[in-house]
């Protein structure tokens, strides 16, 4: 009951997220092709950010189903995956309006280091909570290298912003497409 | 269980890009019918988009139904489909405020034929899990001429944008109103 | 099940009505208290919108309980009653914004109107489907003359919009504030 | 039942508001962390406001839990709730543009201040519908006094406003600091 309470909030708070940073995008004044190309930037930025919530998403439900109840731990750590979550439409519309300049882009590359470190909090929260034999709480915790090589990416994408921003946003986006793979140990845990 | 978030996250997202397509009808400064009579293009843009977002809910909910488990690929499949909507405000704001010109009324048929192909790769993902004598199922399957047709209208509406702008526009409202007569079969299949 | 997606869908359109209006209030340059109460007139249209929303979401929430199945029908006038819901907004903003001149308090008193007789339909779909020994299904049909005397109100008030405009705000307001009053009929069939 | 609907309506309105706050943290137009900086007051007025929305959306959560049925005062004292945390986005953004001036500061208190009473009228109605042996009842009147302390320091911060605005920010800093602190006969009641 809790947990579905908790789920819909989050479910609530990731959709409206997902969803608003398409205002970013404003309509062009003219008609052209041109007019619209303008906006590649920002459609880039929000092709990747749109990617990181639905991912987030994705291993947010997940992560849930192995918690057996609902603590007050969990309640905060949650709110704060949420609260660095919901700085994405600003950071990545910054990052699109500025095409791509260096401050942006280590902003954007921070702000998903401090989701993820977020997340990792979140993880370790529910884990305390998770029964010991459930297979998909395994699962995810053999999840977490890949949780680990994400935050080093972002670390690194961060310093290399200052230098070769695209360097940056080719990292988040990878980072993005290696989370989307489905991963076998939870595809098995979860039938 | 699962399925009942992946619907609920998806119902936020639709819920949220049908609402927030009312922005675009930005108030007018003044109070005469002309300053509203003003927005009329933008005006029509909303009612298509409502009726297609309305429509895709209604169709994604029969559809959902039919999943037996919610596998990777379905949420994969169900994010590039929302993506693909999240879009519409933005393509058909751009259509509105340029009062049905040529490429942006392409861009809009565009925008149907995209998403129309991704709900098509769901509808695929979804018929794997699907128990084979699942009557709503079988009734979905008859459904796929419907959208074959739909696509191939959105494709001739991307051409005819470019010299009859008008045309793609009647094109997607009747296309839209086809899909709101109820079909018999899925009628039948839900009682 | 599919009820209560129906029902899932309805609740995040409203509560994205009810809250996006509040974007309308757009913070004033200045930190005066004159500059504040410059947004009175807004102020009061939010006021009126939400109770209104407020009172739609509670009243579909009994009707939808006597619904026993969902029908098409009963999807296509639930979306018909969302559209003229989600308009508000829109509407309420450019009375706002007007402080309440002619053209945009009628537009308003049309769009409640429009939206009381959007609810009939849907009312008379779920009629159609509610077991007739239904007690609340009973109480709400007797809860239909209220309606009638309110879809009256609001037509009176598109008329006195072109002469007094603040005589159909305050009847807006009393209609508001009388469906506030708890129904004992609806209060003694929930019980 | 009724009591689930309740929820979803509430969180679908708690987790918009907490999310269209970032809306006004409107992206820079330079790219220098100068530029950034100016958005700092916005985005202290963003954190403390959206750690008031999560922990009234916490403590929605336990309170709803109490109650054994939804009545017509429960839906009214509830919609009032709503309407002034919606309020809060509007408060936060104009304390924010202002750079803490004394009226937005004020107003900003006397808005955490009224969500806090209605806050309270929503405890006073659904406790008339709690269970008399429900711990987790009797563990939130316990927390009324922590209710009835932060509605003190609430009107102490519209007072100091006039005078020291950053005492009001901070107090209402402070407050909110306290409110995520979890109460452990709450805790106890939920395990």
Redo the contacts between chains.
Sequence with gaps: ??KS?L???S??????????M????K???G???ND?SVLMPKFISY?IS?LYI?IY??NH?HLL?TAS?V???I??AN?NL??WL??V??SA??MG??HF????VA?YSANLFLAGLAYFILQKAIEKTAHPDNILAKALKRHSIKGIISQIAYAVGIATAFYFPMVSVTISFIIAVIW?I??KH??QA??
């Design positions: 009951m809790q309470r789920e819909a909030f479910d609530g708070v990731l959709a409206i997220i997902i969803t608003i398409v205002l970013e995008l309509v062009p004044d008609t052209s092709w619209l092709i749109f639905g998403w994705g439900h189903h109840r603590t007050s731990q309640m905060l709110l949420l609260f919901s700085l439409p600003f519309g910054w309006e500025s300049a260096r401050n942006p902003l989307l489905p991963d939870i595809e979860l039938h």
